[in-house]
C-alpha cells in the first residue's frame, strides 16, 4: 500500500527548530521539511544550505493555512504555544509541541480537548526520554540488580555565570526559568519510570548577578516508598552526575554521555552515521551492588541514543495508527507539576497533588 507523503510546516528556527526538529523531519522517510518560517537572514541562509527543497515562509499564517501542509510543529518561546497549536488545529492540522506544552495546564487541557474533536494527532517533543544515558538508567532498573529503589537523583547542570542578552528564557515571563526548560524533562523522564508522585516540593531560586528567571532549582517528588530529587543550575563548573540511583542491593551512577544534542549542533543528520547516538566508552555508567553476599562492580555501556524515534513514532502514527509515542495527556502533567513547583515555593510547603487535575489517579 502506497501512503501519503506527510508535509511539515515548522513554526519556529532557532536553536529549536534548527537543531532537535528539522534534522529528525528530513531523516524521516515519510516526512518532507514542507515550508519553514525563517524570518532572520542567518535563519534563511541556514534553511537554503541544508534544506533547499523546503519553501521559506515569512509569516506563521503561511503555514498555519496551507492546504498542502499536513503536520505542524512549533518549536518557539513557550507563550505562544497555546495560541500556536490552537489555531493549527483549528485548521485541521496535526501537530507537534516543543516542551513544554503549555505554560498553563488549562491551556493544555483545551488543546488536548479540541484535538480528540477533531481527531488530530497532538503530541509534545519530550526527546529526553531518548537520551542514552536515561536509556542506560531504564535498563539498570529493570534488571532489578538495586533491589528496591528508595533515592532516585537526575540532574540537568550548567555553567554560564552571566545572563544571555535577548533571551526570553531568562526574561520575567509566564513558562520562562529553567525548571521550565530544563525540569520539564527531568520530570517527564521521572513520570516515565515512576508514575505519578503523591506530592511536590520546590525551591527555585535566582542566583546569578541581575537575573530575572529562575535559574536554579531543586524539586522533590514524593512516593509512597520512594523519594525523587531533581536539580538544575547554571553555576556548575565542575561535571556532576547526571543520574544517582539509590536501591537496597546497590548504587547506579551516570554521567551525562549522550552525545546527540553535541552532534546536531555541529550540523550532523541522524540519516548519514549508522552508530547514530552511540556513546564513548569512557561515558558508561558504574554499578556497584550486592548479589548472593558478594560486592560486585560493573560498567553498564549505554543504548544508542534514540531521538529520531520521535518523528518515526509520528509517521507510524498516522500511517498505521500505532500508539502515540508521548501522549499529550503526560505533557500536561508535567505542566501541572510545574505549577505546583511554583505554588509549593511560593508557599514553602509540600503540595499535594489533586486527582481531578491529574491525569490517571
Avoid at 290 to 309: F, R, V, Y
Wanted: aromatic share 10%; charged share 25%; net charge negative.
Amino acid at each position: 500500500m502506497q501512503y501519503k507523503q506527510i508535509n511539515v510546516g515548522l513554526i519556529g528556527f532557532s536553536v529549536g527548530g534548527q537543531v532537535f526538529h528539522a534534522p529528525f523531519i528530513k531523516c524521516t522517510n515519510g516526512l518532507k521539511l514542507y515550508k519553514v518560517l525563517a524570518r532572520k537572514q542567518e535563519q534563511k541562509q541556514v534553511l537554503k544550505e541544508k534544506y533547499p527543497e523546503a519553501y521559506p515562509a515569512e509569516d506563521v499564517d503561511e503555514i498555519i493555512f496551507d492546504k498542502d501542509i499536513d503536520l505542524i510543529v512549533i518549536a518557539t518561546s513557550n507563550d505562544v504555544h497555546f495560541d500556536l497549536a490552537k489555531k493549527a488545529l483549528l485548521a485541521g492540522k496535526h501537530v507537534v509541541v516543543e516542551k513544554p506544552f503549555t505554560v498553563f495546564s488549562y491551556q493544555a487541557d483545551e488543546l488536548i480537548e479540541l484535538a480528540r474533536n477533531k481527531g488530530l494527532l497532538l503530541t509534545v517533543n519530550h526527546n529526553a526520554r531518548l537520551l542514552s544515558d536515561f536509556l542506560a538508567v531504564k535498563e539498570v532498573l529493570s534488571s532489578g540488580k538495586l533491589g528496591e529503589v528508595k533515592n532516585y537523583e537526575a540532574r540537568f547542570d550548567r555553567f554560564r555565570n552571566y545572563l544571555r542578552p535577548g533571551a526570553w528564557r531568562e526574561e520575567d515571563l509566564p513558562g520562562s526559568g529553567i525548571h521550565y526548560d530544563l525540569g520539564s524533562h527531568l520530570i517527564d523522564q521521572s513520570i516515565e519510570l515512576f508514575g505519578l508522585p503523591n506530592a511536590v516540593f520546590a525551591d527555585l531560586r535566582k542566583q546569578r548577578e541581575n537575573a530575572q528567571a529562575v535559574d536554579d532549582f531543586e524539586i522533590l517528588l514524593y512516593y509512597p516508598s520512594l523519594k525523587v530529587s531533581l536539580k538544575g543550575q547554571m553555576l556548575a563548573k565542575e561535571p556532576t552526575p547526571r543520574y544517582s540511583v539509590f536501591g537496597q542491593l546497590g548504587t547506579f551512577i551516570k554521567y551525562a554521555g549522550d552525545n546527540q544534542e553535541a552532534m546536531l549542533r555541529q550540523g550532523a543528520f541522524p540519516c548519514d552515521k549508522g552508530d547514530w547516538g552511540k556513546e564513548e566508552e569512557g561515558s558508561f555508567g558504574v554499578l556497584n551492588y550486592q548479589k548472593n553476599g558478594q560486592d560486585l562492580k560493573e560498567h553498564i555501556a549505554s543504548p544508542n541514543g534514540a531521538m529520531p524515534l520521535f518523528y518515526e513514532n509520528i509517521k507510524e502514527v498516522l500511517w498505521y495508527a500505532k500508539p502515540l509515542l508521548v501522549q499529550p495527556e503526560r505533557a500536561r502533567d508535567v505542566v501541572r507539576i510545574l505549577e505546583l513547583c511554583e505554588l509549593s515555593a511560593e508557599q514553602k510547603k509540600v503540595v499535594s497533588l489533586e486527582a481531578e487535575l491529574i491525569s490517571g489517579q
